[in-house]
């Protein structure tokens, strides 16, 4: 199986290293300092097992030079997708899957349900990314892992290995069975699901609070959970997203302070969000938390303290140029 990865930053770098290391032959569509560090050393992992080494099949900016693959990772973030869309269908060969291993709520997330004829304005505005991908081409994917790129082409993985995929519409196939073998044998804990929107909430529902919080306050999850005013706002927050997903098909069985417990025990970690502010990146804010408050739009649930938590994010977000002023305002802003 030919694979690509697009994208090839910390999550991405992660999932192709391992790939390639196992003996699959991984491309890279990349660009500057990352496509110069690929080229030059290939795909590069250190974690707690020491440094993992990878010949890349190949690296370029440009998909004609890269050929169709029978596997094409998407790992970019989420503001940048739209633009790189007509690329990754450009990567993908007749037959061949898209993998979107991204945060939050993905483009593919309500195509073709009740209520939700019309893309999500928040991820897939004028639906340009479900024109360029078509939906029977997807597989859906959750990733648990924690990492970081210290320099370009380099990833430093902390802990989890955890993957999910499974088929938007639910169910097994023989194509998400196929795709989990390979990523099994390139050592992931590898899951394949029933039912992965149900997956994509549920780690949105955790993350969706952490993620902006610690933006915007500087602090590591552990302090976040330490202070007793801001936890009491992220479970609130997290109680109306809750309320969403019942009505989407995607229940929550546990309490915010269930979630809570889970996420201290990962101890002194900087959110990915986080991470994003202190490099000068585009924050995910819209596939996080705008996309939530659409569809709690759609289907009629209030999210008061969810609107708070976008209107502060947001307006911290633009004014350090770190989200466009046309950012997603979402169903009730004004």
């Known amino acids: 199986m030919k694979v690509c990865i697009v994208g090839a930053g910390a999550i991405g770098g992660f999932l192709g290293t391992r790939l390639a290391a196992a003996g699959v ?12 560090a690929l080229r030059h050393h290939g795909w590069r992992l250190d974690g707690a097992d020491g440094p993992l080494r990878a010949p890349v099949a190949a690296a370029a900016d440009d998909p004609a030079a890269l050929g169709r693959h029978d596997l ?60 360029a991908i078509p939906l029977d081409s997807v597989l859906g994917a959750v990733v648990h892992a924690s990492t970081t790129t210290p320099e370009p082409g380099l990833v430093a993985h902390r802990m989890g290995r955890g993957l999910i995929i499974g088929e938007p519409s639910g169910g097994r196939s023989a194509r998400a069975e196929a795709v989990g073998a390979l990523l099994r044998e390139a050592g992931f804990e590898l899951t394949v699901s029933d039912d992965v929107r149900q997956d994509v909430w549920y780690k949105l529902w955790g993350n969706m609070t952490m993620n902006p919080v610690s933006a915007i306050t500087g602090a590591t999850l552990d302090r976040v959970l330490a202070d007793p005013l801001v936890r009491r706002f992220c479970s609130a927050a997290m109680d109306e997203a809750a309320a969403v997903g019942a009505r989407i098909g995607c229940p929550i069985a546990q309490s915010a302070e269930d979630r809570h417990a889970l996420t201290a025990r990962l101890g002194p970690i900087r959110t990915s969000m986080l991470q994003d502010v202190d490099a000068g990146r585009p924050l ?12 709690a739009g759609r289907v009629g649930v209030p999210t008061p303290n969810l609107d708070a938590l976008h209107g502060l994010a947001r307006l911290f977000g633009r004014v350090r140029g770190l989200v466009p002023e046309d950012a997603a305002a979402g169903p009730t802003a004004a």
């Open 25 to 36: 032959p991984v491309a890279a569509l990349a660009r500057g300092a990352t496509l110069q």
């Open 72 to 131: 094409v990772i998407v790992a970019v973030k989420g503001p940048a997708l739209a633009a790189v869309a007509p690329q990754v269908a450009a990567l993908r060969a007749d037959g061949g899957l898209v993998l979107p291993a991204m945060n939050g709520v993905p483009w593919w997330f309500c195509a073709g349900r009740p209520g939700f004829e019309a893309p999500l304005a928040s991820v897939d505005p004028g639906g340009r990314i479900g024109a």
């Open 284 to 295: 995910e804010l819209d596939a996080l938390v705008a996309a939530v408050r659409e569809i």
